[in-house]
T-cell receptor, first 112, second 112 residues
Framework: DAKTTQPPSMDCAEGRAANLPCNHS???????VYWYRQIHSQGPQYIIH???NNETNEMASLIITEDRKSSTLILPHATLRDTAVYYC?????????????FGQGTELSVKP | DGGITQSPKYLFRKEGQNVTLSCEQN?????MYWYRQDPGQGLRLIYY???????QKGDIAEGYSVSREKKESFPLTVTSAQKNPTAFYLC???????????FGPGTRLTVL
């Protein structure tokens, strides 16, 4: 079972920041938070991951609360091509087999 | 270009027939994975392999089989024992111990 909770859908205006929340209240100290996204009928794409510090890369920023029980993925200037399902995944640092457990994710619709 | 290829993109089979889905990667990754995705759902792990000639069952391995004779190849056979084989199948690979998984474009299997 997925260990994360995400809203099923969100809308965002093109050019605005998209803030996607994720609740992972049962996260343990040795678990990372990962974000992937899946554009319709394609394979998922890795976005970013973090342990406890905020992280930023060319795609997005990840803000993790101090208690690590929730996080927010921020797409700073959403475009129509960012329309996708976004998955928040919790995974142990030393992951047996490396598997990812996907929940149902948040379907983000970026509108003009 | 480096990447993961899955072929074909669409596959149709009659009920009761075994079918093998191809997954090839030229990323020199150690680990490879097979996931299944049903409409509106997240991905579920079928099998994974961390080294050649070794693989482990994932969460939904019943009715599937795999082989890992070469590092770059991880074919999945959907057998007639799989009760609901119609789904979107995704292959992924990763460097062992590294966070990011790279996904292929997927094969959409329809059993008639």
């Amino acid at each position: 079972d997925a260990k994360t909770t995400q809203p099923p859908s969100m809308d965002c205006a093109e050019g605005r920041a998209a803030n996607l929340p994720c609740n992972h209240s049962t996260i343990s100290g040795n678990e990372y938070v990962y974000w992937y996204r899946q554009i319709h009928s394609q394979g998922p794409q890795y976005i970013i991951h973090g342990l406890k510090n905020n992280e930023t890369n060319e795609m997005a920023s990840l803000i993790i609360t101090e208690d690590r029980k929730s996080s927010t993925l921020i797409l700073p200037h959403a475009t129509l091509r960012d329309t996708a399902v976004y998955y928040c995944i919790v995974r142990p640092i030393y992951n047996q087999g490396g598997k990812l457990i996907f929940g149902q994710g948040t379907e983000l619709s970026v509108k003009p | 270009d480096g990447g993961i290829t899955q072929s074909p993109k669409y596959l149709f089979r009659k009920e009761g027939q075994n079918v093998t889905l191809s997954c090839e990667q030229n990323l020199n990754h150690d680990a490879m994975y097979w996931y299944r995705q049903d409409p509106g759902q997240g991905l579920r792990l079928i099998y994974y392999s961390q080294i050649v000639n070794d693989f482990q069952k994932g969460d939904i391995a019943e009715g599937y089989s795999v082989s890992r004779e070469k590092k770059e190849s991880f074919p999945l056979t959907v057998t007639s024992a799989q009760k609901n084989p119609t789904a979107f199948y995704l292959c992924a690979s990763s460097i062992k111990g590294v966070h990011e998984q790279f996904f292929g474009p997927g094969t959409r299997l329809t059993v008639l």
